[in-house]
């Protein structure tokens, strides 16, 4: 039986350590989800394909999304120190990692994505958090409006899993930037 907390809002969850383990968990998620993609619900007659290449387009458009977090990722860490630097790198490396996933799926389908940043922030994270957190957001659309189009369980899978880790890496960034617990889950 699985039990669960729940925090009350009086209950602090913004402390740097807590969203460091909070995005771990989450990225634990997104690097094993590809193991059980393929056993979901193979069973079933009547499910979707596990693979359609009518989904490469879309899974493209995402893979250039993910490339282009990575390279603003890495412009942020930029002046970073401690901690800040910490969850920013684990932030970063959950990119790298959708990217490759994305990447691996496609193979030989892979098209060339860009490395051109987003955005250009630099200063400290409270101050970069709010912006990195717009880009988490908009990124986690694109993903969800692309599994929309999704014919593959494989590959909806994989999106779906990388679509709630970002949502959490939005939720944590907005908690840095001062927003309140209430509004960060909100977003």
């Known amino acids: ?6 925090e009350s809002p009086d209950m602090s969850m913004t402390t740097r350590r807590r969203l460091i383990a909070s995005l771990l968990a989450g990225g634990a998620v997104v690097a094993a989800a590809p193991l ?5 619900s193979a069973a079933e007659a009547d499910a979707p394909p596990p693979r359609d290449a009518a989904d490469n387009e879309g899974l493209n458009v995402c893979l250039e999304r993910e490339s ?5 990722y890495r412009n942020a860490l930029t002046g970073l120190t401690g ?4 969850a920013m790198s684990l932030i970063l490396d959950h990119h790298v990692a959708y990217a ?8 030989v389908e892979v098209g060339k994505p860009s490395s051109a940043p987003l955005a250009s922030p630099s200063g400290s994270l409270a101050s970069i958090a709010r912006q990195l957190a717009a880009l988490e957001d908009q990124t986690a659309s694109i993903h969800t409006d692309t599994l929309a189009t999704i014919n593959g369980l494989d ?5 779906a899993s990388i679509v709630t880790v970002e949502a959490r890496h939005a939720a944590a960034l907005l908690l840095i930037a001062g ?8 977003n």
């Open 36 to 40: 059980f993609a393929g056993h979901a």
């Open 83 to 86: 901690n800040d630097l910490t």
């Open 155 to 159: 590959a909806a899978t994989l999106l």
């Open 100 to 107: 490759q996933a994305l990447k691996g799926y496609l193979a």
């Open 1 to 6: 039986m699985d039990t669960h907390q729940v």
């Open 68 to 72: 282009r977090m990575v390279t603003t």
């Open 179 to 186: 927003a309140s617990p209430i509004a960060a889950v909100g």
